[in-house]
T-cell receptor, first 115, second 114 residues
Framework: DQQVKQNSPSLSVQEGRISILNCDYT??????FLWYKKYPAEGPTFLIS?????DKNEDGRFTVFLNKSAKHLSLHIVPSQPGDSAVYFC??????????????FGQGTELSVKP | KAGVTQTPRYLIKTRGQQVTLSCSPI?????VSWYQQTPGQGLQFLFE???????NKGNFPGRFSGRQFSNSRSEMNVSTLELGDSALYLC?????????????FGPGTRLLVL
């Protein structure tokens, strides 16, 4: 049972344009959401997070939007750069403030930014 | 500060064998989590250790086990290997167990079961 779903395995955008990566979840107990980026032969690296009490969090070129009623979150990258080409994983956590060690990940979306 | 290290980086085993993977967390980090990454499945949570105690466990069979030592280093073991165990095994560490602490991942151990 995939509780966190990224339905687009891949996404291709032009350099300078906006990249929008989507993620849906089914468990209403999830209260914290994260995005990780992964390059080949490296482990995932943390990108940005959002608490369920917020609907938007911004960090430079990266913005995460959370729509709790739709159980949907998205990551916007503006402007997209070739160095952003990587696999992006959406993740969620549930169970309270001391459950940071257990993350439920989506399948990942491979973003390709063309020069 | 050194990152999370995992050994070995690559491993080839045959069905029925057992394997032990090692993870050294970032200095000062006491929590270690393990994940399995397979194509199409993303990262699936295996287990989490803090202060030598297993705090959480994912939906994996009992062939998958782990432990954590007093220096926070962790090992995971897979017994009676199956072809489907071929995957990238990722270890992540964080300082404690709180939600907003960042998990830092190692580069992973790629296991191939023949």
């Amino acid at each position: 049972d995939q509780q966190v779903k990224q339905n687009s395995p891949s996404l291709s955008v032009q350099e300078g344009r906006i990249s929008i990566l989507n993620c849906d979840y089914t468990n209403s107990m999830f209260d914290y959401f994260l995005w990780y980026k992964k390059y080949p032969a490296e482990g995932p690296t943390f990108l940005i997070s959002i608490s369920s009490i917020k609907d938007k969090n911004e960090d430079g070129r990266f913005t995460v939007f959370l729509n709790k009623s739709a159980k949907h979150l998205s990551l916007h990258i503006v402007p997209s750069q070739p160095g952003d080409s990587a696999v992006y994983f959406c993740a969620a956590s549930a169970g309270g403030n001391n459950q940071g060690g257990k993350l439920i990940f989506g399948q990942g979306t491979e973003l390709s930014v063309k020069p | 500060k050194a990152g999370v290290t995992q050994t070995p980086r690559y491993l080839i085993k045959t069905r029925g064998q057992q394997v032990t993977l090692s993870c050294s967390p970032i200095s000062g980090h006491r929590s270690v989590s393990w994940y399995q990454q397979t194509p199409g499945q993303g990262l699936q949570f295996l287990f989490e250790y803090f202060s030598e105690t297993q705090r959480n466990k994912g939906n994996f069979p009992g062939r998958f086990s782990g432990r954590q030592f007093s220096n926070s280093r962790s090992e995971m073991n897979v017994s009676t290997l199956e072809l489907g165990d071929s995957a990238l095994y990722l270890c992540a560490s964080q300082r404690g167990v709180m939600l907003k602490e960042t998990q830092y991942f190692g580069p992973g151990t790629r296991l191939l079961v023949l």
